[in-house]
């Protein structure tokens, strides 16, 4: 019998900042201010800026204390995971609960105070996506957990676009589509490389049920769907010359990395592709921003 023991160490401010996962957070949080500028073609001003950054980093960061509560039990057999406060006792689940309500909390009131309603809801949205449909009821039991579940990381964009604009347009809903169906391709990047980890817990990441070869096909099937997504803005005059040179680029890169996994399946592709995938989000979200702002 394994007995759990408290950890008796007091947790410091580093620690709930930690739990937060801002490294996770920082590409959600990046795409929510670039929306910001593709929808206000420049600057939105510094006031509603703040405000969403500290807004949009409460909503993220309580989603993600939400799952490490949540996830708690997997956590501790996963090398990955094992030292996480949550695991160690340094921060107790309640504690934690109690943290990520008031983050929560904190940012409804925020959000629609500073920018507008439906902002707000988008931010609960998009947190309520994370820990409902991702973490409680798909990851699990699916193998295609991250493809549903993982729109939640796709809302960002749609906080960042209503805070700016109040509303959604249809290419604020195409921004959403782009990061879901980039999403696992780089999740499964990132899932190929600790298979083991999630094949110890029982997690059926699709490396786990699937295997290498068929997660491969998956992500260069989705890297081609994502390429598709990405120019359909240039064909509906949203976006121009700019952005087009650069999401051609771009793809032209991720198909090729996708591609080049998909014939080897050695690590070392993986982690490039799995870092590229990371580079290639933020670098077509500042060409949406740079262009938009040139012309409009």
Known sequence: MVVSIANTER??????????KPRVISLLLFTTLAAMFIAAGGWPGLGLFLVVFVGGYMAAGSANVFNMVIDRDIDGRMKRTAQRPTVTHKISSRDATLFATVLMLLSFVLLWWGANLTTALLAMAGLGWYVLVYTLYMKRRFWSNIVIGGAAGAFPPLVGWAAVTGELSLFA???FLIIFFWTPVHFWALSLMIKDDYAAVGVPMLPVVRGERETAYQIGLYAILTTVITLVPVLMGELRWVYLLAALLLNGWLLLY????????ERNWTLTLYKYSMLYLALLFVAMAIDRALWM
Do not use: G, N, P
């Open 258 to 265: 996708s591609w080049r996994l998909y014939q080897t399946l």
């Open 173 to 175: 809903w195409y921004l």
């Open 11 to 20: 947790a410091t401010w580093r620690d709930y900042f930690w739990l937060t």
